[in-house]
Nanobody, 126 residues
Framework: QVQPVESGGGLVQAGGSLRLSCAAS????????MAWFRQAPGKEREFAAA????????YYADSVKGRFTISRDNAKNTVYLQMNSLKPEDTAVYHC???????????????????WGRGTQVTVSS
């Protein structure tokens, strides 16, 4: 069983930065693709970013491209989401997701991921 745990959320002003972390409790973490999804109040969950098992490929939603960077440190069983130039519309609960696949064919789709964290709140004030 893999249990992702997110951290690093908080309140930040527009234009600021935050770095989210997701630690997965399994030594085979390095075999799994990872992703970040987010859900704003009253909205459906949406894809933000994904990374393959070795970090060789990354994927971003158009809304975050150029501002967010996903990375991973397999030695620490941790994936990161560096968020810069934050906007009020980035306000959401950010969830970490783990796939049993090394490189999902559809990395932006939530059904490619098997384990989910409870999320961390990110609030961007204007």
């Amino acid at each position: 069983q893999v249990q992702p745990v997110e951290s690093g959320g908080g309140l930040v002003q527009a234009g600021g930065s935050l770095r989210l972390s997701c630690a997965a409790s399994r030594r085979t973490f390095s075999n799994y693709a990872m992703a970040w999804f987010r859900q704003a109040p009253g909205k459906e969950r949406e894809f933000a970013a994904a990374i393959t098992w070795n970090g060789g490929s990354t994927y971003y939603a158009d809304s975050v491209k150029g501002r967010f960077t996903i990375s991973r440190d397999n030695a620490k069983n941790t994936v990161y989401l560096q968020m810069n130039s934050l906007k009020p519309e980035d306000t959401a609960v950010y969830h970490c997701a783990v796939s049993r696949l090394t490189a999902p064919l559809q990395p932006t789709e939530s059904n490619q991921y098997n384990y989910w964290g409870r999320g961390t709140q990110v609030t961007v004030s204007s």
